[in-house]
């Protein structure tokens, strides 16, 4: 209190300066700033982050390194998608399907029996294993390619097209 009076009295010899644009009375409210009540709101909570949105991103962002071929960047995608949600059975198949392109069929075949566990009888797993038998040149598992056909072909309705072996191969 005692600076503000302080200060105001320094500031008398300055209204008249002025020239009436200011009074004492706002001068010593410029110079004396006593807080008014403060109201003290809280912030709202933060959303909880959903996982199954963030497993999805994670999956979108690495199906698009798969097709610019940046295996490196699709796995560690696939990783972080994985330990947020083990038992996805897309992104498990995605990491099989990465290291089918790697050539490290070892590794593909254990995620791809991950995926499969995680959603037995899925057509994409299981065309992916029998793409991989081929890869490998072996001939896919009878059962593989029973489960992996769909309906209409076995029923006679029109072929389902494969993707392609590299190299032109069929």
Do not use: W
Not at 37 to 59: F, H, K, M, N, Q
Not at 62 to 84: D, G, M, S
Not at 113 to 124: C, E, F, H, N, V
Request: proline share 9%; charged share 20%; aromatic share 4%.
């Amino acid at each position: 209190m005692r600076k503000s009076l302080t200060a105001v009295l320094m500031l008398v010899p300055l209204s008249g300066a002025l020239g009436g644009c200011a009074t004492l009375t706002r001068l010593a409210a410029l110079v004396d700033h006593r807080p008014g009540p403060v109201e003290i709101r809280a912030l709202p909570a933060p959303a909880a982050p959903d996982p199954a949105a963030a497993t999805d991103r994670l999956y979108d962002r690495a199906a698009q390194a798969i097709k610019a071929r940046n295996y490196a960047l699709a796995l560690e995608l696939l990783q972080l998608a994985a330990q947020r949600a083990p038992g996805d059975a897309r992104v498990l198949n995605a990491q099989g399907v990465v290291y089918d392109k790697l050539g490290r069929f070892d590794l593909s075949a254990r995620y791809y029996d991950r995926a499969l566990k995680a959603d037995p009888g899925s057509r994409i797993v299981l065309g992916n294993m029998a793409y991989s038998a081929r890869l490998q040149g072996r001939e896919p598992a009878a059962e593989i390619l029973q489960d992996a056909t769909p309906p209409a072909l076995l029923a006679g309705g029109p072929p389902v097209e494969l993707a392609p072996l590299p190299g032109g191969g069929s």
